[in-house]
């Protein structure tokens, strides 16, 4: 499946979780689908931007151990993922995904009595604000490829 479906998919399930669980999940099906489409930007992308993929790759693999621990039911839905046909799209949409997630899970941390439950959404907010930075960079890298092939 084509990563902006897959972004699609999980901003429509974020936006209709209303139970604090399924936030969190969908948080990090966030950050699992941000993994997927990193690893395959560092295999199937610029050569330029491998290296920036590969990181982002990284960071949304750590978070895909987070989910499965959250997994009540069901997959990960990143695993999906088979093809990026437009990468600065998908990373733009991938970014707003990320702050959608990060802002629902600031609503369920400031909302929230137990403690184990703030910590984990404290966790998925710094995860999800790390692998924003990463796909900043990474546009960053796109965007600096274009220049250099639009000036030769």
Do not use: K, N
């Amino acid at each position: 499946m084509d990563a902006m479906r897959l972004i699609g998919a999980t901003r429509t399930s974020l936006a209709q979780a209303r139970e604090v669980q399924d936030i969190v999940i969908e948080a990090w099906q966030t950050q699992a689908l941000a993994g997927a489409i990193g690893s395959h930007l560092a295999i199937h992308g610029p050569f330029e931007a491998r290296a920036a993929a590969g990181g982002l790759g990284e960071a949304g693999a750590r978070a895909s151990g987070a989910l499965r621990q959250t997994l009540r039911a069901g997959a990960v839905r990143a695993a999906q993922l088979t093809e990026v046909r437009d990468p600065w799209s998908a990373l733009a949409g991938l970014c707003g995904l990320l702050g959608e997630a990060g802002i629902a899970l600031v609503g369920v941390a400031c909302a929230s009595d137990e403690d184990a439950l703030y910590w984990q959404c404290i966790e998925a907010i710094d995860a999800a604000d790390e692998t924003s930075d990463r796909v900043r960079w990474l546009q960053r890298r796109l965007a600096l490829r274009e220049r250099e092939g639009g000036a030769a």
